[in-house]
């Protein structure tokens, strides 16, 4: 397993991270998800990605419980403030992010988690206010880095201005949504978080699965299927034109020697500035496929070949 700096901090990160969305407090049982760290281990992957919402905190206490016996400088963990709790709590005001991160800690039975991310933008709180209770939760030695999600170039660039005006924490990371099916972070997200030190944690590399290759064009998608029970989130990708671009990748993944879904996680650690990819799953035996890509070198043939694979004919 490679590492990578992320941003202009000092953390280093492997080039997958286990995420938890709705995997941990959620589709599996709680020891399946607890094995699936230990795998996780073995396979070199020591970053975990999960956020306060997820399962309703859940995700954050079966993580915890997956962590408990494991040296805290073993492994490092990224959660996320925003999202509307179940009490109703939501949001990025001071009152908030100091509320939650505490929440989150006793949930994850940490004193400090090495990655604090805003989830989305919120409107209806300045930055100021925002990046000043992020300063005051790093003080205090709960968090080591802060970083964004969901955010624009835009409001990244006016991030780190904001924290250079007011001296207050900078962002490190960015984590937007990116893959061969979905590549909007390269128009401004990218170029905006390379000009300030900020590195990307990319979520769905695989499009919701997608990119492993395991749907097909006119296919009956069976009920114990991520595209059964995510349907709202995947609809966009199981059309059968990208469907059956996605089946073209299949021969280029097979000259290389190499599964579908390396194939489309080399292809986003190609991009310097990520320095994760986020990749869920339920089985060790996903997990290792997900780790086996980290070290994948493509060469400049085998790009020009995925671009072609994908495009519109």
């Not at 925002?130 to 964004?148: N, S």
């Amino acid at each position: 397993m490679r590492y990578r700096t992320l941003g202009d901090s000092d953390l280093g990160v492997p080039e997958i991270c286990l995420g938890t969305w709705t995997t941990f407090g959620g589709s599996l049982a709680d020891e399946d998800a607890i094995a699936l760290v230990d795998a996780a281990f073995e396979c070199g992957i020591n970053f975990f990605d999960t956020a306060n919402i997820y399962s309703d905190g859940r995700s954050e206490e079966v993580l915890g419980r997956a962590l408990a016996q494991r040296p805290r400088d073993s492994y490092a963990v990224a959660t996320k403030v925003w999202g509307e709790m179940p009490n109703g709590d939501r949001g990025l005001s001071r009152e908030q992010v100091l509320k939650q991160i505490d929440e989150s800690l006793r949930r994850l039975q940490l004193d400090h988690v090495d990655l604090y991310q805003c989830h989305a933008f919120d409107d209806d709180v300045p930055v100021e206010e925002t990046l000043a209770a992020m300063t005051e939760v790093v003080q205090a030695g709960k968090v080591r880095f802060v970083g964004v999600s969901n955010w624009s170039g835009e409001q990244i660039r006016n991030t780190v201005e904001v924290a250079r005006e007011h001296g207050f924490v900078k962002i490190v990371s960015s984590q937007p949504e990116y893959s061969l099916l979905h590549r909007e972070p390269e128009e401004d997200v990218i170029p905006a978080s390379r000009e300030n030190g900020v590195s990307q944690i990319v979520y769905s590399p695989l499009a919701q699965g997608v990119l492993s290759g395991k749907y097909s064009p006119g296919g009956d998608y069976g009920e114990d299927t991520r595209a059964q029970a995510r349907n709202a989130f995947m609809s966009e990708y199981l059309t059968d034109d990208i469907l059956e671009r996605v089946q073209r990748l299949r021969p280029i993944a097979d000259g290389l020697g190499i599964t579908m879904t390396q194939l489309a996680l080399a292809w986003i650690l190609h991009e310097p500035n990520v320095a994760s990819a986020i990749a869920g799953a339920s089985r060790p035996e996903q997990l290792r496929d997900n780790a086996a890509a980290s070290g994948i070198e493509l060469g400049d043939e085998t790009m020009r070949a995925v671009e072609a694979a994908l495009a519109s004919v």
